[in-house]
T-cell receptor, first 112, second 113 residues
Framework: ELKVEQNPLFLSMQEGKNYTIYCNYS?????LYWYRQDPGKSLESLFV?????AVKQEGRLMASLDTKARLSTLHITAAVHDLSATYFC????????????FGEGTQLTVNP | NAGVTQTPKFQVLKTGQSMTLQCAQD?????MYWYRQDPGMGLRLIYY???????DKGEVPNGYNVSRLNKREFSLRLESAAPSQTSVYFC????????????FGEGSRLTVL
């Protein structure tokens, strides 16, 4: 059974600071996704990571994938209040067909 | 573009009542999914449909049934609602192309009393 663990689950940080969210998964995967969810809203796709060593950046967020370590990171640079949200990673395995397995989510609060 | 549309957005049921959550997508996606979201548990897959005419169980299928009515529509039915089914339900559909990312509806917030 594929398990996906994120840490930390809760993160409170000041504007301007840097931090990293970690996503570990238990079996080999061919694709990893990061999503953002604002309170009371739906999930929005942020990044799709398709291969070992993949790195994607959008604004103050950068995601990377290490398939050998079964680890993805979401790095936040110089955080701003608008980044406050819950971030989910999700893992796809070829043998699971069309399914994605989600982590528990990291609730990020950026304080002024 | 409507994307993925879910109805209703809010519903309150009494224990034992039945209801159907409707989902429709206009992106010509083959695969559709129903997830539930509970605090501290992320999203858990209830059922999915890899293509029109097929459905499969996910992690937490007990107490639910689904129907893939056609390529656009995928409904989730609670035959006899229980308080443990109080949750936010998300429908999603998936691109056919290689990236395989999911596109989510706005969610349906269900309370069972």
């Amino acid at each position: 059974e594929l398990k996906v663990e994120q840490n930390p689950l809760f993160l409170s940080m000041q504007e301007g600071k840097n931090y990293t969210i970690y996503c570990n998964y238990s079996t080999t995967s061919d694709r990893l996704y990061w999503y953002r969810q604002d309170p009371g809203k739906s999930l929005e796709s942020l990044f799709v990571l398709l291969s070992n060593g993949a790195v994607k950046q959008e604004g103050r967020l950068m995601a990377s994938l290490d398939t050998k370590a079964r680890l993805s990171t979401l790095h936040i640079t110089a955080a701003v209040h608008d980044l406050s949200a819950t971030y989910f990673c999700a893992v796809h395995r070829e043998t699971s067909g069309s399914r994605l397995t989600f982590g528990e989510g990291t609730q990020l609060t950026v304080n002024p | 573009n409507a994307g993925v549309t879910q109805t209703p957005k809010f519903q309150v049921l009494k224990t034992g009542q039945s209801m159907t959550l409707q989902c429709a997508q206009d992106m010509n996606h083959n695969s559709m999914y129903w997830y539930r979201q509970d605090p501290g548990m992320g999203l858990r897959l209830i059922y999915y449909s890899a293509s029109e005419g097929t459905t499969d169980k996910g992690e937490v299928p007990n107490g639910y049934n689904v129907s893939r009515l056609n390529k656009r529509e995928f409904s989730l039915r609670l035959e006899s609602a229980a308080p443990s089914q109080t949750s936010v339900y998300f429908c999603a559909s998936k691109r056919v192309v290689y990236t395989g990312e999911l596109f989510f509806g706005e969610g349906s917030r269900l309370t069972v009393l």
